[in-house]
């Protein structure tokens, strides 16, 4: 006898208890639907009558309120409509008494409907005066006497519907203890007459089991030894024919993986830059000499654990790890304060972590390597980058300020008359010099950002005197590029603690970019909004061409300009505006799609607390 027809037969006890079960539990759906199906019947399409009733009422006493408003040209298809609605309800009421005492309800309903009805009619002919009075004094009250009766008609079915569930419910008790019993019963049975047969049939596994065991244990001399002719015993002789070919490709094969391993650990050691490859579990798999040496790891990568490590790059590592294992694609710094300073031969040095994913066959993340880039000479260029612009900048205000000064003063006439032509150049050079003021300030700006001492200095402000300023200062631009510009604050906002001339700025700055990324006849809002996390959301949106999903997150970095900008500018106005909202504790981001606009927002603390909260953020 084969396998299959074995394990068939000994199925055979399994299959009659099912069947059994099967059939009891078709006896028992069939109770309950009758239960279910009876509280349907009786009940339901008088519950749903009542309620269409009500909400019929409803609709006419809203139709006759329009009468008393003067507008019965609007009141009469919906008094109509509504009216045949709660006729129809009310007869099928009328013809499905169920329970003691409905039918007296149904005849008082049917009372109250037909005064309600008269009433509602004598309104039609009255002067809007006269149906006010009528409705305040009688036909109100009649329309309530009428949701009081299809509240009773209501209350009396539903109460009907609970009982009866209750009733349904027990007899589900009843039944699930006779179905749980037969289902004991059967199953005691089944697994008496099938377990000897079972284990008689599957002994073969327990062989063919342990050869694979000690396959999986790399153990290739290991055989299935299976007598007879059913489909355990070919399955065995397959099994050992396998495990010949795996014995001959280990043999075969193991110098090419050896070699291939080799390749791949030179390749990690010969990189100057520590590196460091983790396994999807947290565990280290492998590390260069570089990152051996500046973490201190053991030689051996088995004995290697991240918890050994110093705090500072531990965390680095980590963050990237995290980063990566999320599937939030690879991690890249955003900027040169997420580096860590290591000393390293007596020297202080900063690296940056980069972390890459590393793919099975599948294309599933099998691990990730960490990479600490050495970004000492690059930070020094950065600083030194930056001290020229503070310095350049710094330098250009003193003649900047006398030819700010010149110009106006011989615009102002000063010195002599000026010919038109010469009035037009001078107001081009003042417009020039105020643009070049505005790029040295942001300059100086961004000196003090990177220097650590930008001076934000909060006090209690209201938001919207904190938006009409900022749209006051941008409305004469906004009405020369025909762009609508609308505030949005509901009432009620809290105060919120900011420093008014920062906030303003970075306002003006956002509603600038907003008008002139703005087509002409487009729309500027600039809206306010209390968040469930003690801040205030204030948002600036435009309906512009939008930014494309790869470049919004490179828009808060200095001197990013997007490809195509129009306007002058040094591409520093939303990192100031970002390192702005952070010195004030808050958060900023975009959400944008191209063809639907851009909306830059940010967040601002809630005044909760007084001077307390403000000395907390200052």
């Known amino acids: 006898m084969t396998l299959r027809a074995r394990l068939l037969l000994a199925q055979l006890p399994l299959v009659l208890a099912v069947a059994g079960l099967g059939v009891g539990a078709v006896l028992t759906l069939r109770s309950l639907g009758a239960a279910s199906q009876g509280i349907l019947e009786e009940n339901y399409r008088s ?148 377990t000897r047969a079972i284990t008689r049939a599957l002994r073969p596994l327990n062989v063919l089991t342990h050869a694979v065991r000690r396959i999986g244990q790399k153990d290739f001399a290991a055989r299935a030894r299976v007598e007879g002719t059913d489909e355990i015993a070919l399955l065995a002789r397959d099994f050992n024919s396998m495990a010949e070919r795996l014995a001959e490709f280990e043999q075969s094969s193991l110098g090419a993986v050896v070699q291939a391993r080799q390749a791949s650990h030179a390749a990690i050691e010969s990189l100057p830059d520590p590196v460091v490859v983790f396994g999807r579990g947290g565990e280290i798999l492998a590390a260069n000499e570089a990152a051996r040496t500046l973490l201190r790891l053991p030689a051996d990568e088995q004995a290697a654990r991240l918890g050994d490590v110093d705090p500072a790059p531990r965390a680095a590592i980590e963050r990237a790890r995290a980063h990566v294992l999320a599937g939030r694609g690879p991690y890249v710094p955003q900027g ?108 100086l700006d961004l000196s003090r950002i990177e220097g650590g001492i930008l001076d934000v200095r909060v006090a209690p402000r209201e938001v919207e005197d904190l938006l009409d300023e900022a749209l006051e200062a941008e409305r004469a631009a906004a009405a020369e590029a025909k762009v609508e510009l609308r505030k949005e604050a509901p009432p009620g906002l809290p105060t919120v603690a900011a420093d008014r001339e920062r906030i303003h700025l970075v306002l003006v700055n956002l509603i600038s970019n907003a008008v002139r990324h703005s087509p002409a006849g487009g729309t500027v809002r600039v809206a306010a909004a209390e968040g469930p996390d003690g801040h205030v959301t204030l948002r600036v949106s435009d309906t512009g061409r939008g930014i494309p999903r790869e470049l919004q997150p490179r828009i808060f970095e200095k001197f990013f300009r997007l490809p195509g900008a129009e306007g002058a500018g040094a591409g520093l106005g939303l990192f100031i505006a970002r390192e702005t909202v952070r010195a004030h504790r808050g958060d900023i981001g975009v959400d944008s799609a191209p063809g639907r606009g851009t909306t830059i927002w940010f967040t601002l603390p809630a005044v909760e607390s007084g001077e307390q909260h403000l000395s907390g953020l200052a």
């Not at 409907?113 to 006269?130: C, D, I, M, N, P």
């Not at 009528?134 to 006497?145: D, I, K, P, Q, T």
Request: with cysteine.
């Open 47 to 194: 519950v749903l009558a009542a309620q269409r009733m009500k909400e019929a009422a409803e609709r006419i006493d809203s139709a006759v309120l329009f009468m008393v408003a003067g507008e019965p040209e609007k009141a009469a298809p919906q008094i109509a409509g509504n009216r045949a609605l709660f006729e129809t309800e009310l007869r099928a009421e009328e013809t499905n008494i169920t329970e003691a005492g409905e039918r007296e309800a149904a005849a008082e309903l049917r009372r109250r409907w037909e005064t309600y009805t008269a009433e509602v009619a004598t309104l039609g002919g009255l002067s809007r005066t006269a149906a006010s009075a009528a409705y305040f004094g009688s036909v109100e009250r009649s329309f309530l006497a009428v949701k009081e009766a299809a509240d009773r008609i209501l209350d009396m079915n539903q109460a009907a519907m609970v009982r009866k569930s209750a009733r349904a419910r027990a007899v589900a008790r009843r039944l699930e203890t006779a179905t749980v019993a037969a289902g004991l019963l059967a199953l005691a049975l089944a697994v008496l007459t099938t």
């Open 336 to 443: 040169y304060e997420e580096a860590v300073r290591l000393v390293v031969s007596g020297a202080e040095r900063q690296f940056l972590p980069r972390g890459s994913a590393l793919h099975d066959a599948a294309g599933a993340i099998a691990g990730v390597a960490v990479t600490l880039q050495d970004v000492t000479r690059l930070r020094h260029f950065d600083e030194l980058k930056t001290d020229l612009v503070a310095t350049v900048a710094h330098e250009f205000r003193t003649p900047l300020t006398s030819l700010r000064m010149a110009v106006h003063l011989c615009l102002e006439g000063a010195a002599g008359p000026l010919t038109d032509r010469q009035s037009d150049l001078l107001y081009a050079a003042r417009e020039d010099c105020e643009r070049m003021q505005a790029m040295v300030d942001d300059l």
